[in-house]
């Protein structure tokens, strides 16, 4: 099946109904992960305004989560009473972590807390220390050792992000693939496209029409010339390793009507092997029924175990039901699997702003991401503009400028 968005449901989150909350409580961070939005300006957050932001996203946001994000978020020292505070509020923490200092003990207490699961940073541009020759295969060895801890003490849920930058891209399915053989361990992976806009390029003018110093954010480089990496060609390259992979939602672009900014799916499968997806149909009736009774959108599943569940699915979803005839071959083949476990593990894109002719970016419709900042709801991933510059800057081509 091609990427085609008639075929993948359009998520119905918004900017006030979003199973997502993205909270900062600090910008301190020990690594530097190249392309990284958060430059270290105000340090730690006290734990009674990251109390009050909880509060605001729980009336405006209506989350199902909150992922708690930096900087590094391991390195607050309220982070514990933070995890429990979120509890409280009937919302699900999530640590976004690079997992440096994640340690069995730590990550007891975190669990006793009421931490719901963890979001892992790694990839090969991140300059950890005795890393930075290695691999994205050979950083597999790295994810093995935090999926093992955590799946040890159990209970929690643990997902993978890489960044994907042009020289890593055909690394994609050295990850995947690990992510398959741990299909019992890592509840899902993330594949996010490298951007970043270069000061020989580009220049840019601030909310007072005034330029702007853009070598103050973290995320300018001098120079750049390669290629960026879309989400339809990661999905294309998953695909060329796992066939039966499709796409059961998306979230489009402000800019473009052809982007997907957000591509998900939820693989079927054992430890064995992967049966397939679920497909439009399963993507539209867990949303629809997590909102019915729950209240809010999903983003993030509760338990991965629930894949025979999916099969339900099977007489009004055609990709459930192609996975579905694959399990019962297997069975056939293998028949003592039928005893063993099916679980979900979720696959998600995210492109990055892409910076438009205009000197727009092209931002996620329905941003997951966004965060609060003075008082209101704004894009995590630009919020130093508003830091540095009192908002969104614009973009400038230095040749057109020159021109006009």
Known sequence: MNLDKRNVYRLPWSMNDNPIAWLEITDICNLKCEGCYRSTLTKHKPLEQVKEELRFFKQWRNPDNVSIAGGEPLLHPDICEIIAYIDELGMKPIVLTNAVKLTPSFLKEMKKAGLAGFTIHIDSHQHRPDWTEKTEAEHNELRQFYADMIHAEGGLYTIFNATVYPSTYESIPDILQWGHRNFNKVQGLVFITYRTAATDTYTAVGVNSRQVDMSQLSYISDSFDEQFVTSPEVYAKIKSVCPDYEASGYLGGTQRHDSYKWLVSALVGSRHEVYGSVG?????????????FNGTYLAYLSNARIGPVAFLMWPFDPVVRKALGKRLKDILTHPWRLFEPVKLQSIGIIQAPDVQVTGLADMCDSC?????????????????????????????????????
């Open 280 to 292: 439009k149909k399963t993507m539209e009736v867990a949303q629809m029924l997590h909102h019915l």
């Open 368 to 404: 997951p991401d966004m965060t609060v900042y003075d008082g209101k709801l704004i894009n995590s991933c630009r919020m130093d503009e508003y830091r540095m510059f009192g908002g969104l800057m614009t973009v400038v081509d230095k040749q057109k400028l020159k021109e006009e």
